[in-house]
């Protein structure tokens, strides 16, 4: 079946402006995780959400992120005032149960902020 | 919360050889440790992993370690193959989701 998906692949921000990163995770999918992934660095965990609950935001850098998904499904990761710093590879994850066990991931969006 | 130490950063070895990662972690309440291969420029991919019941997996050529007093983890890979080079990383997981700072593989031919 289909694995998951993101778009776009590729953003390229000016500092100062707002982004959406899309995630659509495997179907029947429970748990969704955003993860930040600097160069040359290991994945760094942003959030996690059950169906549309979002149980855990301990990882979201600063008030700028935020991260929805409100029908349980597909789920938006929203960067607002983007600076320099923000300039990573933002990968999303799902797994089918409940718990944070065997995550599979999606391409990534890599994002540029200029 | 919890903290991964990967090592080594780099390792080269010749096709055929065994290679070996190893992690450490610092939860003693984690209970779930994966390890990803990741291609250049591709997402990160489930290979294999481990819970906190066992000590052991294996699957063909890769099997997993898990050491819990000691607190490590290790990835062990034989025969290795060209197509082996890649970035791999592991991750201890409770509550909290760490990922170690990755490995850079070589397999040469």
Same mark, same amino acid.
């Given at each position: 079946?289909?694995?998951?998906?993101?778009?776009?692949?590729?953003?390229?921000?000016?500092?100062?402006?707002? *982004?959406?990163?899309?995630?659509?995770?495997?179907?029947?999918?429970?748990s969704?995780?955003? #993860?930040?992934q @600097?160069?040359?660095? !290991?994945?760094?965990?942003?959030?996690?959400?059950?169906?549309?609950?979002?149980?855990?935001?301990?990882?979201?850098?600063?008030?700028?992120?935020?991260?929805?998904?409100?029908?349980?499904? *597909?789920?938006?990761?929203?960067?607002?005032?983007?600076?320099?710093?923000?300039?990573?590879? #933002?990968?999303? @994850?799902?797994?089918? !149960?409940?718990?944070?066990?065997e995550?599979?991931?999606?391409?990534?969006?890599?994002?540029?902020?200029? | 919360?919890?903290?991964?130490?990967?090592?080594?950063?780099?390792?080269?070895?010749?096709?055929?050889?065994?290679?070996?990662?190893?992690?450490?972690?610092?939860?003693?309440?984690?209970?779930?440790?994966p390890?990803?291969?990741q291609?250049?420029?591709?997402?990160?991919?489930?290979?294999?992993?481990?819970?906190?019941?066992?000590?052991?997996?294996?699957?063909q050529?890769?099997?997993?370690?898990?050491?819990?007093?000691?607190?490590?983890?290790?990835?062990?890979?034989?025969?290795?193959?060209?197509?082996?080079?890649?970035?791999?990383?592991?991750?201890?997981?409770?509550?909290?989701?760490?990922?170690?700072?990755?490995?850079?593989?070589?397999?040469?031919?």
């Amino acid at each position: 079946g289909a694995g998951v998906s993101q778009s776009p692949r590729y953003k390229v921000a000016k500092r100062g402006q707002d *982004v959406a990163l899309r995630c659509d995770p495997i179907s029947g999918h429970v748990s969704l995780f955003w #993860y930040q992934q @600097a160069l040359g660095q !290991g994945p760094e965990f942003l959030t996690y959400f059950q169906n549309e609950a979002q149980l855990d935001k301990s990882g979201l850098p600063s008030d700028r992120f935020f991260a929805e998904r409100p029908e349980g499904s *597909v789920s938006t990761l929203k960067i607002q005032r983007t600076q320099q710093e923000d300039s990573a590879v #933002y990968l999303c @994850a799902s797994s089918s !149960g409940q718990g944070i066990y065997e995550q599979y991931f999606g391409p990534g969006t890599r994002l540029t902020v200029t | 919360g919890e903290n991964v130490e990967q090592h080594p950063s780099t390792l080269s070895v010749q096709e055929g050889d065994s290679a070996v990662i190893k992690c450490t972690y610092s939860d003693s309440a984690s209970n779930y440790f994966p390890w990803y291969k990741q291609e250049l420029g591709k997402r990160p991919q489930l290979i294999i992993d481990i819970r906190s019941n066992v000590g052991e997996k294996k699957d063909q050529r890769i099997a997993v370690t898990l050491n819990k007093t000691a607190k490590h983890f290790s990835l062990h890979i034989t025969e290795t193959q060209p197509e082996d080079s890649a970035v791999y990383f592991c991750a201890a997981i409770n509550n909290d989701m760490r990922f170690g700072a990755g490995t850079r593989l070589t397999v040469k031919p």
